[in-house]
T-cell receptor
């Protein structure tokens, strides 16, 4: 069975600070997919990034960056120079493909509530 | 806007009743997923369909059922509702089963 742990329930920082959201995953499969989703106060789930298990390259997208380390089963998310609009709940998720094709539903962590204070 | 639509946005009903939630996937997506988000359980995968066929089941109760129609829209049926079924129900879609899932805005269900 898969498991995703987001140990930080809530983080509060002042605008312009950098902040890192932690994600640790568990799976016995060697092929898997990792995701981050954002849930703003309006409630929708917004896709941010997908990472395949065989691609350990870190990624940067504007103020967002992701650090994938298979050795520690972690997929951490950093926001640089945070802004009030970044306030949201952020979810890390994992899915595992079937041997015959297709993939299971996403296993989500409990989420980290990020509060950016002006 | 992800391109996934869900109706209704809000639903208030009573215990013991039955409701149907509807989802239209993004144009071209063949796979549809249903998730439940509650304070107690967090975000949980319920069930997945691919091109009309059920492909995977998660923590879906026997009182719940779903189907995907030939036009690829999907419906989630919740029956004999209990107070604990109050939650936000999300639909997601993807091009194929291994591709990224994009989520709809959700249906907020309140059972009184």
């Amino acid at each position: 069975a898969q498991k995703v742990t987001q140990a930080q329930t809530e983080i509060s920082v002042v605008e312009k600070e950098d902040v890192t959201l932690d994600c640790v995953y568990e799976t016995r499969d060697t092929t898997y997919y990792l995701f981050w989703y954002k849930q703003p106060p309006s409630g929708e789930l917004v896709f941010l990034i997908r990472r395949n298990s065989f691609d350990e390259q870190n990624e940067i997208s504007g103020r967002y960056s992701w650090n994938f380390q298979k050795s520690t089963s972690s997929f951490n998310f950093t926001i640089t120079a945070s802004q009030v609009v970044d306030s949201a709940v952020y979810f890390c998720a994992l899915s595992v493909p079937y041997s015959g094709g297709g993939a299971d539903g996403l296993t989500f962590g409990k989420g980290t509530h990020l509060i950016i204070q002006p | 806007d992800s391109g996934v639509t869900q109706t209704p946005k809000h639903l208030i009903t009573a215990t013991g009743q039955r409701v149907t939630l509807r989802c239209s996937p993004r144009s071209g997506d063949l796979s549809v997923y249903w998730y439940q988000q509650s304070l107690d359980q967090g975000l949980q995968f319920l069930i997945q369909y691919y091109n009309g066929e059920e492909r995977a089941k998660g923590n879906i109760l026997e009182r719940f059922s779903a189907q995907q129609f030939p036009d690829l829209h999907s419906e989630l049926n919740l029956s004999s509702l209990e107070l604990g079924d109050s939650a936000l129900y999300f639909c997601a879609s993807s091009v194929t089963e291994e591709e990224t899932q994009y989520f709809g805005p959700g249906t907020r269900l309140l059972v009184l």
